[in-house]
């Protein structure tokens, strides 16, 4: 008894069925869900979209009427036959002016260059005209491997520093091939001129016709700031690098040449 009174007394004080944790119990009479079974051979598959108003419009279009221009269209024109012919004709124009094997470098080749001394001359030289569409001042004669360093340079370094000031159209030529020593002083050694492997860049056209020169540009901002990028960009490239920091003989000019030495590239 004491038990069931006990177990009345809780009950009593039970919480209310909203607040309690005890779960309800389901009533006998709660009515079952119904079921729908599935309709036989039903194909569950979304609906096709409409065919657009603009699409509709153009398959009823006659066929003889001309395109219309882009910006009534919804097409735009197809590329003339006589474009196509033009940019094949430009590529072909390009590939057969190229030297040493890329399109990017162009000019002749002139076969072997002899020397009026034994140390100097030039196997295989080519003379380049332009190198990633900039043009030289005037041809250059060189052997390939300066030819592919000087394009690698013009598209890796000195395009993309004057791009905003630019972009560049010419390169101001100082010196290219020539059987001398270095610097010209009698008793030295064969400049790399004399191997067809240097060439001296004095100065950079703009398309507007502004010339950035080593000479008036290396001591003067902007111009100072772009020709260091440009002078050091070189160095890599390049074995050899040397402007107006490197002596009296440099200071209106970049001496570059392939000349490769023990310890890395040599730049100043």
């Given amino acids: ?31 079952m869900l119904a079921f729908v079974a599935p309709v036989p051979n039903a194909e569950i598959r979304p609906e096709l979209r409409p065919v657009s108003p603009q699409v509709m419009a153009f398959a ?18 197809l590329r003339p036959k006589a474009l196509e012919q033009e940019a094949l004709f430009k590529k072909r124009k390009l590939r057969k002016g190229s030297v040493c094997g890329d399109i990017d470098i162009q000019g002749k080749p002139v076969g072997n260059v002899p020397g009026r ?13 332009s190198v990633s569409g900039v043009v030289l001042s005037r041809p250059s004669t060189m052997d390939c ?27 101001k030529i100082a010196a290219h091939y020539a059987c001398r020593t270095r610097n010209n002083q ?17 100065g950079f056209k703009m398309a507007d016709g502004e010339v950035v020169t080593v000479l008036n540009g290396w001591r003067k901002n ?18 050899t690098v040397l402007g107006p920091n490197a002596d009296r003989y440099h200071r209106d000019h970049f001496h570059l040449d392939t000349a490769r030495h023990r310890r890395g590239p040599y730049c100043r």
């Avoid at 690698?152 to 630019?166: L, Q």
């Avoid at 009698?186 to 004095?202: L, N, V, Y």
């Fill in 222 to 239: 902007p111009s100072k700031r772009q020709l260091t990028k440009v002078w050091r960009g070189a160095c890599g490239p390049f074995g």
């Fill in 60 to 77: 009823a279009r006659p066929s003889e009427l001309p395109l219309l221009g882009p910006d009534t269209s919804l097409m735009p024109y």
């Fill in 145 to 171: 491997g300066t030819a592919i360093a000087l394009n690698k340079w013009v598209d890796k370094t000195v395009k993309p520093t004057f791009k905003r000031r630019g972009p560049v159209v010419e390169m």
């Fill in 1 to 31: 008894m004491i038990g069931c009174v006990a177990f009345g007394a809780t009950l009593s004080n039970a919480a209310p069925l909203e607040q309690s944790l005890v779960p309800v119990a389901r009533p006998s009479a709660a009515p």
């Fill in 117 to 129: 001394i034994k140390a100097c001359g030039i196997k295989d030289a080519v003379q380049v005209t």
């Fill in 186 to 202: 009698k008793g030295a050694r064969i400049s790399e001129h004399g191997k067809g492997r240097a060439i001296d860049i004095s």
